[in-house]
């Protein structure tokens, strides 16, 4: 549980001068780091597992998440540490740390990404505008709101931090930072740049930190953890973003009509548009990517079906038997239990899995097939409320390994499909370590002598 995996690549050879760049995925079940250069070539990576400490039978996540930074950071190199110019880290949305501003210690358990706060929900509806993104229970702000109601203590100190900015500040030590993509849950506007008048009315408002874009300067590594580890005098800290915004900007998927569609358990889409789309019945929102916007929608079907029928190695070798080239017959709506939220949302829509043919590969066949029309139907749906049309599709997630299912994906949505060359948040949290340092060069210039 605590070991570490890392891994490095063996034909580094970095001259004087030259800089890396690192970033740091903190996921839902351990965490990851990337090691590029300025050409986003991957020199090292590694992961932990979070090691579970115990608390009053509840685990210790902060405990948990403060170990691994610092163990992640020893898995580098120690040869390629003094060579890193910058580091950013991506972390789950919604994951929400209130702390108290003048000694750091958090004044509550943190609040996880999938946990519901449905006593604040009303409370929030009654403040924000109807199908508002912070209109869910597993929202930042329902989370605040919940904690605020529920804690009598003095609040004259607090500040409240999402999971990637506690991180970072244990790195740079400036309280009270966030970024616009952590912030949309709590309600910031990044179409507006500013928190909306209905936030900033409420007593908890001065609890919020003050936002800059993913990827900004937030100040130089602290001077205990640089020479602790061994980094350079200019190294410097950069917001970060979440890591579904990490893993799509992994793809490289750079222009308005690309997009990424993860193939995990669920099927997630995300389209880059230039116009931002935001409809609560779909659970469609957009996360601002600089002058763009990231639409997504999420469907309950995925992989998690086919391993209630299909061993890991009955997928492989039935899928091999697989004519991509021809239609599948079956109509099938593949669901784990009733109910769908993208691209339709039906609470009570019954999972569609039969009839099932004597043939283990047509009924594979048929499922993948059904899977690939309802993405279909999804990025349908975002251009239907006004998005970019999607133009090229890159995968990620396990299903992205499935050449064949590629193929069929290919030939239903009508556009090219492929394999991401890099997946992972934390590798697309190191392009926001090399942005930050890019946009803002002469920050690092600033003398640092003692």
Not at 127 to 146: Q, R
Not at 162 to 183: E, F, I, M, T
Not at 196 to 205: A, I, K, N
Not at 288 to 305: H, I, M, P, Y
Request: charged residues 20%; proline residues 5%; neutral net charge.
């Amino acid at each position: 549980m605590f070991s570490g995996n890392s891994r490095t690549n063996a034909e580094v050879d970095l001259k004087v001068g030259e800089r890396l760049y690192l970033g740091m995925d903190f996921g839902t079940s351990g965490a990851r780091y990337a090691l590029i250069d300025k050409e986003g070539t991957k020199l090292a990576e590694g992961k932990r597992e979070y090691p579970l400490f115990m608390s009053k039978e509840i685990v210790d996540w902060a405990r948990s998440w403060k170990m691994t930074i610092f163990s992640l950071i020893e898995d580098i190199p120690i040869n390629l540490r003094p060579f890193i110019a910058s580091i950013s880290i991506d972390g789950t949305s919604a994951t929400t740390i209130i702390i108290d501003s003048t000694t750091g210690k958090l004044l509550s358990r943190p609040f996880l990404y999938n946990e519901s706060c449905s006593d604040a929900l009303p409370i929030v509806k009654s403040i924000a505008p109807l199908n508002h993104t912070v209109c869910s229970g597993s929202s930042t702000l329902c989370k605040l709101v919940s904690w605020w109601n529920s804690n009598d203590s003095s609040k004259e100190s607090v500040v409240l931090l999402h999971q990637a900015d506690w991180l970072l500040w244990l790195l740079h030590g400036k309280l009270g930072v966030s970024d616009y993509n952590n912030a949309l849950k709590v309600g910031y506007d990044p179409e507006l740049e500013s928190y909306p008048p209905w936030l900033l009315s409420q007593p908890y408002s001065r609890v919020l930190p003050s936002i800059q874009a993913p990827g900004s300067l937030i100040g130089f590594i602290k001077d205990d953890i640089r020479t602790q580890f061994g980094f350079p005098k200019d190294c410097v800290i950069c917001t970060g973003t979440t890591d579904s915004i990490a893993a799509f900007l992994a793809a490289h998927a750079t222009q308005p009509g690309k997009a990424v569609t993860s193939l995990g358990s669920t099927l997630a889409i995300k389209l880059l548009s230039t116009k931002r789309i935001e409809d609560a019945r779909f659970g469609v929102y957009s996360h601002r990517l600089d002058d763009k916007w990231l639409v997504g929608g999420a469907s309950n079907t995925g992989g998690a079906v086919l391993k209630n029928f299909f061993t890991d190695e009955q997928l492989q070798k039935l899928s091999e038997q697989i004519n991509p080239m021809e239609a599948s017959p079956l109509d099938y709506y593949p669901l784990e239990a009733v109910g769908e939220r993208f691209p339709v949302a039906d609470p009570n829509m019954v999972p569609r899995l039969y009839p099932r043919p004597e043939s283990d590969v047509e009924y594979l066949h048929g499922i993948l097939e059904s899977i690939a029309r309802i993405e279909a139907k999804g990025y349908g749906l975002l251009k239907e409320l006004g998005a970019t049309p999607v133009e090229e599709v890159f995968t990620a997630g396990g299903g992205a390994k499935n050449e064949k299912w590629i193929k069929i994906r290919e030939r239903v949505l009508g556009l090219p499909v492929s394999r991401a060359c890099h997946t992972e948040a934390a590798y697309g949290a190191a392009l926001l370590a090399l942005r930050g340092v890019q946009q803002e060069a002469n920050f690092v210039s600033i003398s640092r002598a003692k």
